[in-house]
């Protein structure tokens, strides 16, 4: 099994910043994909970053030169540097991990999610 744990919400200002970390521990032997994705209220879950083992990183559009996703040294940790919020910004955010079984079949575990508001 695979736990993905997530930290860093909270209630921020619009054009503060806020960092959100993610952790994936457990029978974990390789790491493929990870990621940030986000669900508003009464919407859909949406993608907002992606980051591959080898490094590189994928934003959705409404987030570049915002947000930056990173991964730690251990490969199995990243981060959410968030950057001047917006109040549309506000959500729940989850972390994705894509991890390869025994049969090399990748399969998704997520996060409990983190809320991020933001308001004045």
């Known amino acids: 099994q695979v736990q993905v744990v997530e930290c860093g919400g909270g209630l921020v200002q619009p054009g503060g910043s806020l960092r959100l970390s993610c952790a994936a521990s457990?029978?974990?032997?390789?790491?493929?994909?990870m990621g940030w994705y986000r669900q508003a209220a009464g919407q859909q879950r949406e993608l907002v970053a992606t980051i591959t083992s080898g490094g590189i990183t994928n934003y959705a559009d409404s987030v570049k030169g915002r947000f930056t996703i990173s991964r730690g040294t251990a490969k199995t940790t990243i981060y959410l540097q968030m950057n001047s919020l917006k109040p549309e910004d506000t959500a729940v955010y989850y972390c994705?991990?894509?991890?390869?079984?025994?049969?090399?079949?990748?399969?998704?575990?997520w996060g409990q999610g983190t809320q991020v508001t933001v308001s004045s």
């Open positions: 994705n991990a894509r991890v390869p079984d025994v049969f090399s079949i990748i399969r998704d575990y």
């Open positions: 457990g029978s974990i032997f390789n790491m493929n994909d």
